[in-house]
């Protein structure tokens, strides 16, 4: 019965007088397709390449990588349409047309995937399954065909599983997965290259990209194997009752992420101090679980954001850059206290990053029991420049000034007095 049917249309069309008017407008449509588009690529590309590099490198880039060499398929396809809507028209008929045109805008698809994905394997395994869909279709066999795979089949509970719906899913799944991973990445690049959009919000808009993207992929997947959607009522109690108990801190953390996304109290490059001082680094990730944090004797600490939201965290750049230096030092007894005194407000006002406000101090603390105790504050601006060699440099010039002014730095002295005469042996 099928092959009576093919042999039927293809006598049908073969006698049709039409279909060789088609066929010589059908070359013609080809060749000025061509030359149309040599005259575009002589004339006309390097204009716009030229226009695209003054405008934008990112426009530059997609001229050339998605524009230049998909123009002959796209001048091609309108051409094509042209002939088909003449066609239709004057001979009343435009079968080889329409079927040209199916085959031109489905090579120009594979085209597109092939290009955006750098994937030669994705294109051929989805090309391998379209192009014979494609043809049979034409045919008018694709319903034959389909209800032929859809026979060999099993039943999972509510759900059934045939041949055909395997290879549907597995197209689908492939359209899908290239898709949304186009999606994005090209998103994700336009935010990141975005001057007008903080670091935070960047990261923020990038998860509800990916949020986004996870639950589209996930209901079409579902929606293509045939799962009943209304089922994850249920499950969706499971779940809950899932995160109350097992996922609880899985749950903690990514909306501890969230919240500080939200907030913007720590940032990727802050400097933070959390654990009471024992992990001290910049930050340099966020992700739905932890913050990584680069310490500064190279390790790498993965923090869960449940930290940042219930303990004490100290942000060193919050809003602002500035840090406090504190200098302790001691000078002994009979001391000229407030010479020592100008002497730190000298060693400050001479290093090169010490701010002029807020203002330089420096105060006598306590009277020890040899010595007495002096303490010497001064900001300094950039803490991203580091804290320890200005302190090394302060105490250093500091011990030579007080060196050329005469003034000590005491060293602990201890006197022990012996009495008698009987030692033991």
């Known amino acids: 019965m099928i092959n009576d049917k093919i042999l039927f249309?293809?006598?049908?069309?073969?006698?049709?007088?039409?279909?060789?008017i088609q066929s010589f407008s059908l070359i013609a449509s080809f060749a000025i397709a061509y030359f149309a588009y040599r005259i575009f690529r002589k004339i006309f590309f390097p204009r716009i390449l030229a226009f695209s590099i003054r405008q934008n490198v990112e426009l530059n880039r997609i001229v050339s990588r998605y524009f230049i060499p998909m123009a002959y398929p796209v001048f091609t396809s309108l051409f094509l349409l042209l002939g088909m809507i003449l066609s239709k028209i004057f001979l009343k008929d435009n079968f080889l047309f329409t079927i040209t045109l199916q085959l031109v805008l489905l090579f120009l698809f594979l085209r597109f995937m092939r290009i955006s994905s750098n994937s030669i394997f994705i294109t051929n395994f989805i090309g391998f399954f379209?192009?014979?869909?494609?043809?049979?279709?034409?045919?008018?066999?694709?319903?034959?065909?389909?209800?032929?795979?859809?026979?060999?089949?099993?039943?999972?509970?509510?759900i059934r599983i045939s041949?055909?719906?395997?290879?549907?899913?597995?197209?689908?799944?492939?359209?899908?997965?290239?898709?949304?991973?186009?999606?994005?990445?090209?998103?994700?690049?336009?935010?990141?290259?975005?001057?007008?959009?903080?670091?935070?919000?960047?990261?923020?808009?990038?998860?509800?990209?990916?949020?986004?993207?996870?639950?589209?992929?996930?209901?079409i997947i579902l929606k293509t194997i045939g799962v009943d959607m209304t089922t994850f009522a249920v499950l969706g109690g499971a779940i809950g009752v899932g995160i109350g108990f097992g996922l609880q801190k899985i749950a903690s953390n990514f909306i501890s992420g969230i919240i500080l996304l939200f907030e913007k109290s720590i940032e990727v490059g802050d400097w933070?101090?959390?654990?009471?001082?024992?992990?001290?680094?910049?930050?340099?990730?966020?992700?739905?679980?932890?913050?990584?944090?680069?310490?500064?004797?190279?390790?790498e600490i993965m923090v869960p954001n449940e930290d940042f939201i219930v303990n004490?965290?100290?942000?060193?750049?919050?809003?602002?850059?500035?840090?406090?230096?504190?200098?302790?030092?001691?000078?002994?007894?009979?001391?000229?206290?407030?010479?020592?005194?100008?002497?730190?407000?000298?060693?400050?006002?001479?290093h090169p990053r010490c701010l002029t406000y807020p203002e330089i101090e420096c105060f006598i603390t306590s009277f020890s029991e040899y010595d007495i105790k002096l303490v010497?504050?001064?900001?300094?601006?950039?803490?991203?420049?580091?804290?320890?060699?200005?302190?090394?440099?302060?105490?250093?010039?500091?011990?030579?000034?007080?060196?050329?002014?005469g003034i000590e730095i005491p060293i602990p002295k201890r006197e022990i007095h012996v009495s008698g005469k009987n030692f033991i042996n």
């Open 312 to 350: 004490k965290v100290s942000n060193w750049t919050y809003s602002n850059n500035r840090a406090r230096i504190e200098i302790n030092f001691a000078v002994n007894y009979g001391t000229d206290l407030q010479k020592a005194i100008d002497i730190g407000y000298e060693v400050a006002r001479q």
């Open 130 to 158: 379209l192009m014979p869909a494609m043809i049979l279709e034409i045919l008018g066999l694709l319903d034959y065909v389909i209800t032929y795979l859809d026979e060999f089949s099993i039943k999972l509970g509510a």
């Open 163 to 219: 041949i055909y719906v395997i290879i549907k899913s597995i197209i689908v799944l492939m359209i899908v997965f290239w898709f949304s991973g186009l999606i994005t990445r090209k998103s994700k690049s336009y935010i990141d290259d975005s001057k007008g959009i903080k670091s935070g919000t960047k990261l923020i808009i990038g998860k509800f990209i990916d949020i986004f993207v996870y639950c589209a992929v996930a209901i």
């Open 376 to 405: 010497l504050y001064f900001w300094i601006s950039d803490i991203t420049k580091g804290r320890m060699a200005v302190k090394s440099e302060a105490y250093l010039n500091l011990t030579k000034m007080l060196k050329d002014n």
């Open 9 to 20: 249309a293809i006598e049908k069309t073969l006698s049709s007088p039409t279909i060789y």
């Open 272 to 299: 933070v101090e959390i654990d009471n001082g024992n992990i001290f680094g910049v930050v340099k990730h966020f992700s739905g679980r932890y913050t990584l944090i680069e310490c500064f004797d190279g390790k």
